[in-house]
């Protein structure tokens, strides 16, 4: 697959990326349609850096070449942050099995952990998304429009993981989204038993639920929902039923938990 994606990109490619950051016209995952800001629909976009902008970047696919979760837990061992898998993979390591193909990998850190990545910028290309956009960043705090990264090698074309900030509280994680679901920090994450750490099955499905992309995703979606379901236990079905109550008390997986 990745082969005919570089083929596509660079018969679209005007200005080589080797050097600047691009935009996708197309994600998946929360990626998994989670947590995306980039416009599915942009093909053009100006980059920012050192105060200057690049235009003329168009491109038909973007290209990634996913980390491994054993790649992730190398590369956040390296930082002093909390870390979870998230989107599509994280029901991977739930369930004990590749469910289904991935064409990329999502993160979840805390926002106010946000300083601790910054070393992340020595030794990898580390990009703010927004509107279509992304921009190097420079290390600094993010304003609150600001959630996510795409991280990749320095020269590559490919991306190799992407970066979810979450809100917290005190003590509690926040669902972005609606700020009445909330839990402890310490509630949100489970670990597989080679200790890669991965969002709870009823945090990553709740992402799903309510996708930013979700008619375009929602069969996917609710194909993962049905692959978790069974291994759910009452507490995580009560907690799910609940939170998608709160939202919708009409969402079509409430009847199901």
Sequence with gaps: MFSRLRRLFKQQLTVGLANNCGTRSSHNDLSDGEHASASPDCRFVAIRRSGRAWHGVTVSEYMWEPLTPGELQAVYASVDVQWWVAGGVALDLFV???????????????????????????????CTVRDGGLTPWDGGELSDEHHQFWVRRPGAEAWAFEILLEVTDAADWVYRRDARIRRPVASIGRQTDGSIPYLAPEIFLLYKSFATDAKRYAARNTTDFGVALPLLDATCRGWLRAALTVIDDKHPWIPRL
Excluded: C, M, N, Y
Aim: hydrophobic residues 40%.
């Design 96 to 126: 004990g099995r590749e469910t289904r193909a991935h064409s990329d990998i999502d993160t979840a850190v805390l926002r106010r952990d946000v300083q601790g990545l910054a070393p992340l910028r020595a030794t990898w290309d580390v």
